[in-house]
């Protein structure tokens, strides 16, 4: 298989009669589940997308999900998934710069957009709900189109040095690899069940969602985390495999259970996007018997490696070896590599992996080179090959596994009437996980309170400063640059 109908209808064929989606009490087999991307295949053919187009997703994890973005790629066209936390102005951001001719979503977000279609000139159509009529459409397999493993299927957005997230477009091919590479690696097969309360949207929920459709695994799926029907699907669903960042395990190590529930099924909990901090990798195991696993990866080459040695309560700060096809080198600042167990930074070569940054030549130069993607993570490898991230050299903020660009929040920091300057960074709390912090010069008197709703209509919840501290002046160098460190 080269292209992601192909790996699709490989997985309808093998797998027709085994579950496929489970969105609580609704439930779809592949094969179910593939007569519904024909239809919405016919669906998309009958509003005139076509190869090259390009389809912005606006949907939680659900069958209506899955079905759109195998339609999507059914018809040669390009899915740009989004997260349903980002708020209107940072939608249309995405519509805009992706060039997006179709927007799909639900009742809730068609309301909120309804002024923006006009701007963007991007249709909405409500494909989840009950005003949703794609069902009507025939059941036509033959709408696939003739794709080349080369051209784009996805596009996903890289957070930005500018104030802006990056185009990072993945091939058909990339996805494949990707599929290929994780699945070799983790030794899944059709009996196992992914619980995704990470969103698909995102690169680390869409690298094990397209894994689990390759192996024919059940995707069970929750719209948004909570704990406590976490642990009910868990048990319900004989779910084997949860992919999850350290703050749903540290929120889940503290729910306080009536009655040990039956987790017996887990055999694999995978975090990733952020650090897993000592103490809920011990709560979590003591709590319900499994350590989690960190796995690594990036928006630009997908997943890199995982943690699934033995001694795991000895290197659970690893985030393990590269998996399969993937080649790991830790350089030093001369771009020679260093000996095992320095820190330099990791640079990854995978044929999953974009191409570079759409429209940015510099950018894309800069951290692509020699065929590596220079990730800006600092780490290094022990004699056994296991990889550990010791710090970074960007500026990005990580807020459960979500990057948070300080120069997009400072832009809109800095919109507001009264805020003449802004500097964002990241603070730790007291568990070592990062927040982000706001240090503002104003113009006027202003309230925190007002800052943080000003923030909240326009960005998404987790890039809203939780700690605001206002001053008379930013400290500069002097080229002018300011100096973060200092605002610590």
């Known amino acids: ?9 490989s997985a309808v064929n093998a797998f027709s009669d085994s579950e496929a989606v489970i969105e609580d009490a609704r439930r779809v087999t592949y094969a179910g589940l593939g007569r519904l991307v024909n239809k919405f295949s016919s669906y998309l053919t009958s509003l005139g997308i076509g190869p090259g187009d390009r389809v912005l997703i606006l949907l939680p994890n659900s069958i209506e999900f899955v079905t759109a973005f195998f339609g999507v790629a059914s018809v040669g066209a390009v899915s740009v998934p989004v997260s349903t936390a980002f708020k209107k102005q940072e939608i249309q951001f995405y519509i805009d710069h992706s ?15 309804k002024d923006s279609a006009s701007e963007s000139a991007a249709p909405i159509r409500v494909v989840k709900g009950g005003s949703a009529d794609w069902h009507k459409c025939e059941d036509s ?4 189109a003739v794709i080349d493993p080369e051209d784009e299927v996805i596009y996903l957005y890289s957070t930005g040095s500018t104030g802006k997230p990056k185009r990072v477009a993945r091939t058909h091919k990339n996805l494949i690899a990707l599929a290929d590479n994780h699945t070799r690696t983790v030794g899944w097969d059709e009996n196992d069940r992914v619980l995704f309360t990470v969103p698909i949207s995102h690169t680390y929920g869409l690298g094990n969602f ?9 995707i069970v799926t929750q719209g948004e985390f ?4 976490v642990l009910e699907q868990i048990e319900k669903e004989s779910v084997t495999v949860f992919p999850a960042v350290p703050v749903m395990l540290d929120a889940l190590s503290r729910t306080r259970l009536e009655y040990p529930g039956d987790l017996s099924s887990l055999k694999l909990v995978i975090s990733a996007g952020a650090p897993l901090p000592e103490p809920t990798f011990r709560s979590f195991h003591s709590k ?7 796995l690594y990866g990036s928006t630009e080459t997908g997943v890199i490696s995982i943690n699934l040695g033995g001694s795991i309560e000895k290197r659970f700060g690893s985030v393990g070896r590269p998996v399969k096809n993937v080649d790991v080198r830790v350089l030093d600042d001369k771009g020679g590599e260093v000996i095992s167990g320095e820190v330099g930074e990791i640079t ?25 993607y220079f990730t800006g993570d600092l780490g290094r490898i022990d004699p056994d090959g296991y990889i550990y991230i010791v710090g970074r050299k960007k500026l990005f903020i990580n807020i459960s596994g979500n990057k948070v660009d300080p120069g997009e929040v400072e832009n809109v920091l800095t919109s507001h009437p009264l805020v003449s300057e802004a500097a964002v960074l990241g603070m730790n709390d007291e568990k070592g996980n990062e927040l982000v912090k706001a240090v503002l010069v104003t113009e006027g008197e202003v309230k925190t309170g007002e800052i943080i709703e000003y923030c909240r209509d326009r ?6 400063p939780r700690i605001i501290e206002f001053t008379d002046e930013l400290p500069r160098s002097p080229s002018g640059k300011v100096l973060r460190e200092r605002l610590k």
Do not use: W
């Not at 997006?100 to 809730?108: C, E, I, K, P, R």
């Not at 909570?226 to 029907?229: A, C, E, M, V």
């Open 288 to 294: 319900f018997g499994i350590y989690p696993r960190q």
């Open 141 to 144: 397999a033959s709408d696939t």
């Open 1 to 9: 298989m080269n292209t992601v109908p192909e790996l699709f209808i």
């Open 348 to 372: 990854v070569k995978s044929p999953s992996m974009t191409r570079g940054y759409y429209g940015l030549p510099e950018e894309t130069s800069e951290v692509f080179k020699n065929g590596y």
């Open 459 to 464: 960005l998404a919840g987790y890039k809203v």
């Open 226 to 229: 909570n704990r406590r029907k």
């Open 99 to 113: 060039g997006a001719t179709l927007v799909l979503t639900d009742g809730v977000f068609a309301e909120l957009l």
């Open 210 to 218: 397209i894994s689990s459709i390759k192996i024919g695994a059940a």
